[in-house]
């Protein structure tokens, strides 16, 4: 993989394989999915890491805290709770905080509610679910469908399996016993290793992605991040 680096960015920034076909030519990523971080890595040095050092520790409680301060009622107050539940309540606010816009029209847009807009980037199935249903039914039945996403099989506030599914490539990546933020990392770097666009529908959360990792926001500075952006840096 290290080797055939430089030809494969080359191949699929010019080409624009299909999902299936980048892993069709290159297997190891469905086997071994940290190679995402590691081509993650080499494409971005340095910021390989930092969604896994920032969001939990930095991200997430200031969510929480500007929730706590707007008496947010998407917040629930719960007591004492684990990260992983802390991780999925800061994810929900985040589809709260940036909804589903409609910059994606002309992209094929469909109407998506703030309540549904989450289930674009984590389906949530019942423990036991085989992975091979996962990929069943119709292809490109909805919008949402044509991005990969996560699928947690299991409680995401509690011990869960999440899988990388691209149902329009035919793909289905377990990825172990990684928690949710892990599995968020591992969906975004996939998604720009495969030169992949973000769901129409969350644009606005991806972009918030990118300053976690501390890219240059793309497609412009959207009034909605940066005006979420500044609030959080503005907590204490």
């Known amino acids: 993989m290290e080797k055939t680096f430089t030809h494969r960015r080359f191949w699929i920034s010019t080409k624009r394989p299909t999902a299936e076909e980048i892993f069709q030519q290159y297997p190891r ?28 520790g930095h991200f997430v409680p200031k969510l929480l805290k500007v929730a706590t301060l707007e008496n947010d009622p998407n917040l629930l107050s719960a007591g004492e709770e684990s990260d ?4 999925f309540k800061a994810l929900q606010l985040l589809t709260h905080y940036l909804p589903p816009t409609a910059s994606g029209r002309a992209k094929g847009w469909t109407k998506c509610s703030v309540k549904s807009a989450l289930s674009h980037i984590l ?11 996962l990929l069943e039914g119709s292809l490109g039945a909805a919008v949402g469908d ?30 172990q016993d990684q928690g949710l933020t892990c599995a968020i990392d591992k969906l975004f770097k996939m998604l720009w290793v495969c030169n992949m666009a973000y769901p129409v529908q969350l644009e606005s959360v991806y972009r918030f992605f990118e300053h976690v990792y501390d890219m240059p926001i793309s497609g412009g500075k959207r009034s909605k991040v940066v005006e979420l952006i500044a609030k959080l840096q503005a907590v204490a």
């Open 29 to 56: 990523f469905i086997d071994l999915p940290y190679l995402f971080d590691v081509e993650f890595g080499r494409m971005f040095p340095g910021k390989e890491d930092l969604f896994l050092r920032k969001w939990e």
């Open 84 to 87: 992983e539940s802390l991780c």
């Open 123 to 133: 389906d949530m199935k019942p423990t036991g679910t085989s992975i091979s249903s």
């Open 146 to 175: 044509h991005q990969p996403k996560l699928v947690c099989l299991g409680d995401p506030r509690s011990t869960a399996q999440y899988i990388i599914v691209a149902k329009n490539d035919k793909v289905a990546i377990p990825l």
